[in-house]
Every structure is written in structure tokens, then in C-alpha cells.
């Protein structure tokens, strides 16, 4: 997966009043008007699927497919060029990944009895999937790379530690470069981050977990913002920071820990959740948590060009018709919908150098029209990643977990 967008970013905090926080006219019609529409539509409320989260995760693994196949690599890695270069913004794909993460992890702590118990449940649904996927590839590395393969190796290890390659640079040896064995893999360190302030948040204190969290994610997302702003915006606060701050910020949360740039996405999750539980009985708080998201999302929205700001929106949208508005996703409640989201993970682990590699070799069958045979392969990923979810992932989730650890 390639990593971070890279789009033309607006410097922060550069509007003045609301606008300084992020705050758009579009997102502020949509939180203020919202909650007095909730009492009109309170029938809808009862009726919430959860499962719809799976047809989200399927348009998230259909976006990112688009992107990689049509957009992400330079246009002379593939036969069509750039001449169906329309998903620039697939990335994003991963970002809704991770606001799905950020709900689902709150719903799975709140059904965990302990910290142990978790880990355990993660490592075994994450864990055979990297190892499998990693090995697939790497034969197919050996097959069709030029690499040494003293460096398939370490690509291969770095893959299966789960870790972020710099981390293991400055751990072990610099001269080492460890690096991904398919470049996909750098959205599960943020993940395995998140996993770890969550549930170490949750299980000091499960009553406080949602105030803790969103504590230590607006700490996250204050001092992102100040360093971005005073060192590479317009430095609206006119402070005068040491330049050391900037280089601290760099080497640990923009290299190594990289959990704040991408910690909003978790946090819009969780705090749809937190909606989600009381969608019934409206609290007070949820007036606070309409109000954070606003600012938060707001945030991200004024640092991006006109198109992301198009599936950011969309992105919120979705979610608050999950939480309030559900039966308006029922034309997104498919099986086939679900049954890739659920095979998603397998499908994003396998499909970008595997896919680069058959669109590399072996869509000259289909010229001129090149793009049939990607679309064809990223039907076949998805059926593969359906089978492999049904008739192998589960036996083994299955037989770890009635090994080491009762299902939570």
C-alpha cells in the first residue's frame, strides 16, 4: 500500500476564528442542524446492522485496488500508461479502513474480558493471514524479481514482524534496510498502534475509556497540528519553537511512530461507536462527541484539495447513517458486499505487487483494451479472498482460538 497521500495540503489553523480550527460551512450545517433531526427519525434507531460495516470495508478494498492498478505506480509500470489514471485519491481507501477500525475495536473491547484475552484474539485473526500472504509472495518475489534473495529474506522477515522497517533499521542495524516485502503492509503498524493505546486505555479503566481516549487523541492531534503549522504552515500563533521539536516530531511520529498522523481516522471511529451505543437514550455527551468529531473532521477537511474533501464528506456520511439512519444503507447490506468485506484483509495483504506483477506480464492478451484484464483480476482477487476466508482462514482462527483462547 503506498503510504501516506500525497496531495497538495493546506497549511493548518490558517482561517481566522472557526476557521483556524478547520471548520468548513459544510460541516458545521451538518453538526449543528443534525442532532435536532434525531427525534424525527428515532424509529430508525432500532433497526441498526452492523454487518453493513462489511459492504463499507468492500468499498474501501475496491478503492484502494483501483488505485493501486490504475494510479499508484508510475504510468510506465503499466501497458495502458496513465490512460486510466482517475483514482488518485484510492488512498483514502485506507483511511476508511481505519475509522472502521477505530468502531470495531471499541465494540470488540467492550465484549474482551482482559487485556491477554485480546491479544490473543488479534494475533490470531491478523497473524496466519501476514504469514501465508508473505509466503505467496515471496515465491513470487524469487520468481520474478531481481533481488538478492539474502534481501527477500530480510523484506520477508520485515513482513512478518508486523513492525515499521525504520524501527527495525534503528533496532537492529541501519545498514540492514529492512523493508517491506510488499508495501502494503505499512497500514498495519499504524493499526497494531492503535491497538495498543486502546486496549491498554480500555483495561486501566473500562468506565473511563471513551474520556481517557479522546484525552490522549486530542493531546495527538493539538501537537501534530502546531508542529505542521509553526514549521510548515503560515505560523498563525507566531511562535518561535526550537527546531528541535520539528526534528523530534519527524523521527518519532512522522518515521517511527506514526499512529498521530493517521490517529483522527481511528478517533472518528471510536466516537461513532461511542454514538452508536447510546443511538437510544440521547445524552448530553453525545452533544460533546458531535462537537469533537466536528472539529476533528474539520481539521482534516481544510488541509485537503476540493476531490478529497468529496470523499471525506462521504466518508462521514456513511457513518452517521450507520449510527442513526441505517435502513438508508440497506442497498449496501448485500452478500456479496459482505462477503468481501470480510474477506478484505486477505485481499489488501495479496493483491498490489502480485497484481503489478500479472498486469506487467500478462495483460498484452487483452490489447489494446489492457483495463479489461485488470478489472477481471480484481474480480478474481476478490473471489480468491472469499475462499480463502471461508474454507481456510476460519479453520484456522478457528482451531487457534479453541487452542489457546476461548472466543471473546
Given at each position: 500500500m503506498a503510504g501516506p497521500a500525497a496531495t497538495n495540503r493546506k497549511s493548518f489553523l490558517e482561517t481566522p476564528f472557526l476557521g483556524s480550527f478547520g471548520f468548513s460551512k459544510?460541516?458545521?450545517?451538518?453538526?449543528?442542524?443534525?442532532?435536532?433531526?434525531?427525534?424525527?427519525?428515532?424509529?430508525?434507531?432500532?433497526?441498526s446492522r452492523v454487518s453493513v460495516l462489511d459492504s463499507f470495508r468492500a468499498?474501501?478494498?475496491?478503492?484502494?485496488?483501483?488505485?493501486?492498478?490504475?494510479?499508484?505506480?508510475?504510468?510506465?509500470?503499466?501497458?495502458?500508461?496513465?490512460?486510466y489514471d482517475y483514482f488518485r485519491n484510492g488512498t483514502y481507501g485506507v483511511q476508511f479502513f481505519f475509522i472502521i477500525s477505530g468502531f470495531v475495536i471499541y465494540y470488540t473491547l467492550n465484549n474482551t474480558a482482559a487485556f491477554k484475552r485480546f491479544w490473543a484474539n488479534r494475533l490470531i485473526r491478523l497473524y496466519p493471514s501476514i504469514v501465508i500472504v508473505s509466503i505467496i509472495i515471496f515465491i513470487v518475489f524469487c520468481i520474478y524479481s531481481k533481488y538478492t534473495f539474502e534481501t527477500r529474506l530480510i523484506k520477508?522477515?520485515?513482513s512478518l514482524s508486523l513492525l515499521n522497517p525504520e524501527i527495525l533499521n534503528v533496532i537492529i542495524h541501519p545498514t540492514i534496510k529492512f523493508s517491506y516485502l510488499d508495501y502494503s503492509n505499512w497500514s498495519l503498524w499504524p493499526e497494531i498502534q492503535f491497538y495498543l493505546l486502546a486496549s491498554t486505555l480500555y483495561f486501566l479503566n473500562p468506565k473511563r475509556f471513551f474520556r481517557n481516549y479522546i484525552i490522549v487523541s486530542c493531546i495527538c492531534i493539538l501537537y501534530r497540528i502546531v508542529i505542521l503549522n509553526t514549521f510548515l504552515g503560515s505560523n498563525i500563533l507566531h511562535w518561535h519553537l526550537p527546531v528541535e521539536l520539528f526534528s523530534f516530531y519527524q523521527n518519532w511520529f512522522d518515521t517511527l511512530l506514526t499512529l498521530p498522523t493517521y490517529i483522527t481516522y481511528f478517533t472518528l471511529g471510536v466516537c461513532f461507536y461511542e454514538l452508536y451505543k447510546n443511538k437510544t437514550n440521547f445524552v448530553k455527551s453525545n452533544l460533546f462527541i458531535f462537537f469533537y468529531i466536528a472539529i476533528i473532521f474539520s481539521i482534516e477537511l481544510h488541509a485537503v484539495g476540493g476531490d478529497q474533501k468529496i470523499i471525506l464528506v462521504a466518508m462521514l456520511l456513511l457513518f452517521i447513517s450507520l449510527v442513526y439512519f441505517p435502513k438508508m444503507l440497506r442497498f449496501l447490506d448485500t452478500p456479496i458486499l459482505n462477503k468481501i468485506g470480510v474477506a478484505s484483509y486477505f485481499i489488501y495483504l495479496i493483491h498490489q505487487y502480485i497484481g503489478l506483477i500479472l498486469i506487467q506480464n500478462y495483460s498484452h492478451f487483452f490489447k489494446p483494451h489492457y483495463f479489461i484484464f485488470t478489472l477481471l483480476m480484481i474480480a478474481a482477487f476478490c473471489m480468491i479472498g472469499i475462499w480463502y476466508t471461508q474454507n481456510v482462514d476460519k479453520k484456522i482462527i478457528k482451531y487457534l482460538r479453541r487452542k489457546y483462547t476461548a472466543p471473546s
Open positions: 459544510l460541516t458545521l450545517i451538518i453538526f449543528l442542524y443534525f442532532p435536532g433531526l434525531i427525534s424525527s427519525f428515532i424509529y430508525f434507531m432500532q433497526q468499498i474501501a478494498i475496491f478503492y484502494v485496488m483501483l488505485y493501486h492498478f490504475f494510479s499508484n505506480n508510475p504510468p510506465v509500470n503499466f501497458p495502458y500508461g496513465a490512460t520477508l522477515s520485515t
